[in-house]
């Protein structure tokens, strides 16, 4: 997210040039409380504090595959977008949005769990970044996605430490998901769960309160462990605090994260 009054987005306007992603219907229905897989140690989709309403949590050992993204160490340093742990042959790949590493990873970290000041699962510098060619030329809102590899810490993989969230493409975009991210200001995650719905043709869109400045990356997690999203693309991730938007995981998408895979730590 870029300065904003009320979140680091800034509107990059439309590119034309993208194609039409399939019509889905509005679907009305009641919040459905659904478990995410415990052996991916994912955090229960649940809304104890209604629908599309965020909370803080102090206790973030259900929501370790989710992080903050630091310029320098926890200690001297200050977050300000996040990420989650995705599956991969490496054990070593993070999604986020491809605007929060546009300017590279030197001297980024990645501290999934963050609260409080405390960094439970360690300080874990980031590597390299697979973004799209067309958003790296263009700024496509479409493609607002990175992969970014994380470096071994003490011998270790960080997917072996915490988890890995499976790649969720090609989804319904009406679904409930549940997002936990960091703001810029707040020493702890906010969550929220609720479903999402289409927007502007290959955008996802979703009413939660609060994500304000240091949101953006944000994964949006299905009941079946499955990252279908991040907060980005339009406004880069919407100039409200209380609505959010993400780029529509598709092949464009899978072929980002094959090429992650690929490159290798």
């Known amino acids: 997210m ?5 979140r680091r987005r800034l509107r ?14 509005l679907v009305l229905s009641w919040l459905v409380i659904v478990a995410i897989s415990s052996t ?7 809304s ?11 206790d973030t050992k259900p929501y370790a595959m989710n992080g903050a993204i630091f310029r320098g160490s926890v200690s001297g340093g200050d977050h300000f977008c996040s990420a989650g742990v995705v599956d991969s042959e490496g054990k070593d790949l993070i999604v986020t949005a491809a605007h929060c590493v546009s300017g590279g990873t030197t001297g980024l970290y990645f501290v999934p769990g963050y609260h ?17 060619t067309r958003w790296d030329s263009d700024q496509d809102q479409d493609l607002d996605v990175a ?6 810490l003490d011998g270790r993989e960080i997917q072996d430490v915490v988890g890995g969230y499976k790649l969720g493409v090609d989804q319904s975009m009406t679904q409930m998901v ?11 995650p906010i969550t929220c769960a609720n479903r999402t719905t289409a927007y502007d043709g290959h955008q996802l869109r979703i009413d939660c309160t609060a994500y304000t400045g240091g949101t953006s990356g944000s994964p949006w997690v299905t009941g079946h462990g499955e990252v279908i999203g991040v907060i980005g693309g339009y406004q880069e991730g919407g100039n409200t605090p209380d609505i959010s938007y993400s780029p529509y995981f598709d092949e464009d998408v899978q072929s980002l ?5 690929a490159a290798g730590p």
């Open 178 to 188: 549940r997002i936990t991210g960091y703001p810029g200001d707040a020493d702890a």
């Open 147 to 152: 992969f970014v590899s994380v470096q071994p």
């Open 40 to 46: 991916a140690s994912a955090a229960a989709l649940t």
């Open 12 to 25: 990059l306007g439309r590119v034309l040039t993208r194609r039409s992603c399939r019509n889905t219907a």
């Open 257 to 261: 994260y094959a090429q992650a895979v």
């Open 116 to 132: 409080d000041g405390q960094a439970p699962y360690g300080e874990w510098s980031l590597g390299r970044t697979t973004t799209d």
């Open 2 to 6: 870029v300065e904003h009054p009320w």
């Open 48 to 58: 104890s504090s209604g629908l599309g309403i965020s909370h803080t949590i102090h």
